[in-house]
Every structure is written in C-alpha cells, then in structure tokens.
C-alpha cells in the first residue's frame, strides 16, 4: 500500500512533484534502483542505490547516491553525487558528481524528464562510459591503454561496494535489535532511509579501504593507505578478523609481497653475488662443451682427399687451438 502524506499545510509545487514521483517509484519500480527522500520533514533530500546492470563488469556493485532538490524542481535538475564514489572515467573521484549532460547543463534538462530517468542514465552510465567528456581522466587512460587492468580495478570497486553496503545493512539491522533490547532510540519513529543515512560512511574512509584491498597497483611499490590507518584507528583493527595489530600487518604485508612478485616480478631485488657468479660459471661451462668438443671427430667421406691431408681436418685443428687458448678471466668479465 503506498504511503499517505499529511496535507495538514500547503505545500510548494516541488514538495507536490516529488511526491508524485515517489509514488510512481514505488507503483512502477525499476530493476536495481531504489529510492526515497531521508524524511517526510526532508522531502528535497533523497538517497538512492544503483546496481550495476547483468551482464556487464559492474554487474553485482550496489553504489549509494545522494539527491538533492529545491524549491525550483522541474525547472531545474537535481543535484546529485555519489555517495559511494566508483572509478569511472565519468565520475569525478573527489565530489562524486556523474557527468551528465543534462545534470551539468540546465538548458539541456527538460521538465519531462522524471527522477527514474536521471537514475537510469546513470546506472546506464556505468556500463557504457563517455570518454570525450571524462572527468577522470586516470580512469579514461586505463581503459584505453590496458582493458584488462581496468576491468580489474572495476571489479575490486564492485566488491568494495558490497562491502561497504553489507556493512551498512548489518549497523541498520544491529540498531533496530538494540532498540528491541530496550535501548533508547528513535528509530522506530524514522522512516527506513532516515535509519540508512545515521550510518553513511565518508568518502575518505570508503577510499581508503578500497585502495588498501585492491589487488591492483599503479605501481609495485606503491603504500598502502590500509596498513597506516590501521596504526590510528583500532577499529579497523576489528573489521579485519580481530586480529592484533602487528599479526595483522604481516599477513597483509605478507599477501602484498606475493601479489607484487606475480604482478611485476622481484625486480627491486638485487641478485645475489654468489648467485651470479655461479650462472657465470655455468655459462662458461657450457661455451666450452660447445666449443671445446671431444677430439674424436669423424671426418666425412671423401673421395678428394691428398697426401698431404684434408683441408676439412686442418679447420678443425685450428678451431681446436683457438677454444684452447680462451681466458676465462675475460669471459667472465664479460659476463
């Protein structure tokens, strides 16, 4: 049954708008969006969730939108940002704002336009990036110059966004037992976004995280900003299994090690003298069995051979004396 609002004071033309569309939303819902304003008493500001569509890369990530409105609303677009921040070549990584033509331009938003179409164009945005207008311009550069490396990257922010709203959903659910348990709150008096948004978490902590278990690196030394929060904040400490501080880093460091070498090889490492003195060894070992060949050599029939000997024998006495005469002080200086 779809939700009565008080008409006990009249409201503006955008408070009736937004109420129509929520209606709409909740008698016509989409597939993977979701949304509502924080409250009754907040009506011109919204949250959201967008799933990435099937059968696409994003396929699986539930990223959090805010949507704010004001009293000019048809006329104007909503203001929106992302709450949980992708890497998309068209979502900026600092405020979180999709770039969308008729979000950016007010000439090109038109009245007609209701709040499921802004939220499919940005769920449709995810799957299908516009690389002419990229506001991440890191972003658009992995993806034109390594696929694969973005498609990695993309699924690591899939994952963290599960993470992210997991966590969410398990404060919510841990709040309203607490209040079952006697606690005093006033969740039972707010509606089910109002619960949602007492539980937002900060673009700075979300990045963080999501930097520090993400497999891939732009570079093989490059820190982890998980591992130095940790030191600050023991409450990461409790998200990561319970483990104490220093058997946490050297598992974590541990995993690190061992996806930069598969990643990019133990380059940094320098070799080993001893080492390298062996595979010169072995390598001359190996010039010699190559130049220096038994002396039992058959020499291939011939019918014009001379008293004086074949010339064929004479080439290989030659090369016999040459291989023989070799320093190996100069071969191993050269290699």
Not at 193 to 200: G, M, P, R, T
Request: glycine share 4%; aromatic share 8%; net charge negative.
């Amino acid at each position: 049954m779809l939700p009565s609002f008080p008409r006990s004071k009249m409201h503006s033309r955008a408070r009736m708008l937004l109420e129509k569309e929520y209606t709409l939303l909740q008698r016509d819902p989409a597939w993977g969006i979701e949304a509502e304003p924080l409250s009754d008493d907040n009506f011109f500001e919204w949250v959201a969730t967008i799933q990435g569509l099937k059968d696409t890369i994003w396929e699986g990530g539930v990223f959090a939108i805010n949507l704010r409105f004001d009293e000019h609303f048809n006329s104007v677009p909503p203001v929106v940002h992302f709450h949980t921040i992708p890497f998309h070549p068209n979502i900026d990584m600092n405020t979180g704002r999709p770039c969308v033509d008729f979000l950016d331009d007010y000439n090109t938003w038109k009245e007609s336009y209701s709040l499921l179409s802004v939220l499919l164009a940005i769920q449709c945005l995810l799957s299908y990036p516009v690389l002419e207008a990229a506001v991440n311009p890191e972003a658009c550069s992995i993806l034109q110059e390594s696929p694969d490396l973005y498609r990695q990257m993309v699924l690591d922010c899939v994952t963290a966004s599960q993470r992210v709203h997991a966590g969410q959903s398990l404060q919510v659910e841990d709040a309203k037992v607490r209040f079952e348990e006697g606690e005093e709150n006033q969740l039972a008096d707010r509606p089910k976004s109002s619960q949602a948004s007492q539980v937002k978490v900060s673009f700075d902590d979300y990045l963080t995280t999501w930097n520090g278990i993400a497999t891939s690196k732009a570079e093989p030394n490059m820190r982890n900003p998980l591992l130095e929060a940790i030191k600050d904040d023991p409450k990461l400490q409790t998200a990561h299994f319970g483990l104490p501080l220093e058997e946490l880093q050297q598992h974590m460091k541990k995993q690190l090690q061992e996806h930069n070498s598969l990643m990019y090889g133990n380059f940094a490492a320098k070799p080993n003298k001893a080492d390298s003195q062996e595979r010169k060894l072995d390598h001359i070992n190996k010039m010699r069995k190559i130049y220096l060949p038994s002396r039992k050599i058959v020499p291939p029939p011939s019918t014009a051979q001379s008293d004086t000997g074949d010339p064929w024998e004479k080439e290989v006495d030659d090369l016999v004396e040459w291989t023989a005469n070799l320093d190996e002080g100069e071969l191993m200086e050269e290699f």
